[in-house]
């Protein structure tokens, strides 16, 4: 899962919202004093993230995206395609419209930022300013995307890094993705419910 998806399955809060993206721009460990929202927003990033890498559906497509980009990088890749089909099959997955979403999320992130490391609130609104969320709707803007990230993990990593996806690539194995996608975004909501479940009834005991 990439932001889009984070935000979407983080508490509607502001700082259930910056939370949610909090351990894509942090670099190591969680700060320990992070407001206690916005952590545990953050840990529930962390576990959303391990069962999806370890869902048959996501263990799928990654498989499908190591004929097209470095094995490596399949999962990364695996995980913005996902936000691709979200975006890009909004109606499908949500009563409301993508745009009026955004809207109301990317206030969200805005206000709680001050809860944030500094570098977090550059990444936030450079986000924010670039529409790197809306972009995920459309093919160019997720190429748009994919250069980005392929750069940044370039100039990192100092060497050649790609997760460029071919058009003709992207369009035979959409399908197969979102299918995918429609089987893992199901048991991702039952996981979710889960965990504020069981935080629920910890705070309950």
Request: charged share 25%; hydrophobic share 50%; aromatic share 6%.
């Amino acid at each position: 899962m990439n932001f889009l998806a984070h935000l979407v399955l983080a508490p509607q809060t502001p700082e259930g919202l910056v939370g949610s993206v909090a351990p894509d721009m942090i670099r190591g460990p969680l700060p320990a004093d992070l407001h206690e929202a916005v952590l545990a927003a953050a840990k529930e990033h962390q576990s959303i993230d391990r069962f999806t890498d370890a869902h048959r559906a996501f263990v799928r497509t990654r498989d499908r995206l190591c004929a097209v980009v470095d094995r490596r990088l399949a999962g990364v890749l695996a995980d913005v395609l996902y936000d691709h089909v979200l975006a890009r099959d909004w109606a499908r997955w949500r009563s409301d419209d993508l745009a009026t979403y955004l809207g109301v999320a990317e206030q969200g992130l805005l206000a709680a930022l001050k809860h944030v490391p500094v570098r977090m609130q550059m990444i936030v609104r450079k986000m924010i300013d670039e529409q790197w969320l809306a972009s995920y709707a459309t093919s160019i803007g997720i190429r748009a995307r994919l250069e980005t990230m392929s750069a940044r993990l370039t100039h990192r990593l100092d060497r050649p890094m790609s997760l460029m996806i071919s058009e003709s690539d992207l369009a035979e194995l959409y399908p197969l993705i979102a299918a995918d996608f429609a089987e893992l975004w199901p048991d991702m909501i039952v996981h979710v419910d889960g965990l504020r479940g069981s935080a629920s009834n910890r705070l309950a005991s």
